[in-house]
């Protein structure tokens, strides 16, 4: 089955791309474009008829189809866990299609975005807070014994957020990094505690 998915994919491929001449050799860029563009043309009406959303445009298409993936799969291991659905695999997949797919076509653009901002906003504290995370295990692996040793990593990485804080050039930016540098002063200071 594999291959003969991937013999269709390669087809396609080569239907696609433009017959090369002696003169003319399009870039990588150009071509995977088209391809992206047709696959686009095909399946944006496809999806924009399954999820709605007619009335502000396909602006969240695709949002919208990886929030339907998300509650899809989740909907289908919650369904392994009823007792009924457990040995009823292909109504566990149809039921956890169309409850995930009548939530997706009904949501307004409101709700939406605000489903949408709360992924950003984990996005953003767990790229944020990251490096701060690896930055505590590795000083506190390195340097375990050693209490002066953590205190000028912990200097260090202050120096380092004062000065990104003092240069971000937006406002989230400069939210970001005067926070961390406020957890590292803390860290600094209650470094016996740790």
Known sequence: MRKGVLFKAAVSLLSVLPFVSAYYFPNVRTMMQDVIDIYVDTFEPVLQALFGGFGWSSMYLFERLLLFIL????????????TI?????????IVAIIIPLI??????????????????????VLTA???????????????????ILRKVGWALFLGVYAGLWSSAGSEANSTIYFWTMIAALVCLIGDNFI
Do not use: C, T
């Open 71 to 82: 509650l899809a799969v989740i909907i289908y291991l919650a369904l392994d866990r009823i």
């Open 85 to 93: 659905f457990q040995y009823q695999k292909k109504i566990r997949i």
């Open 103 to 124: 939530g997706i076509r009904f949501v307004n653009y409101e709700w939406l975005n605000a489903v949408l901002m709360q992924y950003q906003l984990l996005a953003i």
């Open 129 to 147: 807070i990251l490096p701060f995370i690896l930055y505590f295990m590795f000083l506190y692996s390195i340097a375990e014994e050693h209490g």
